[in-house]
């Protein structure tokens, strides 16, 4: 379940942040490629540093803008 978890976190900032570059890049006069080699990274990763701080500081329910509503937890590995 974790891995999942981890999985689903990671790709609905993926598609949040290529979402915003494909906005983006209709807006701008600049090659669309080269837009979106540096926009796609760059959304994604706002995208995620804002959601992954309003769950911590504000409300967990902001988990779901990431794909689920709680962080994944991982057990230690035994010494």
């Known amino acids: 379940m974790?891995?999942?978890?981890?999985?689903?976190?990671?790709?609905?900032?993926?598609?949040g942040g290529w979402l915003v570059a494909l906005a983006a890049r209709h807006g701008?006069?600049?090659d669309?490629?080269?837009?979106?080699?540096?926009?796609?990274?760059?959304a994604v990763f706002l995208y995620y540093t804002v959601f992954r701080f309003a769950e911590e500081h504000v409300s967990p329910r902001f988990g779901w803008l990431l794909g689920y509503a709680r962080p994944p937890e991982y057990k230690a590995l035994p010494a």
């Open 2 to 15: 974790n891995v999942f978890v981890s999985l689903l976190r990671t790709g609905v900032p993926a598609l």
């Open 28 to 30: 701008l006069h600049i």
């Open 32 to 42: 669309g490629d080269a837009v979106a080699g540096v926009l796609t990274p760059t």
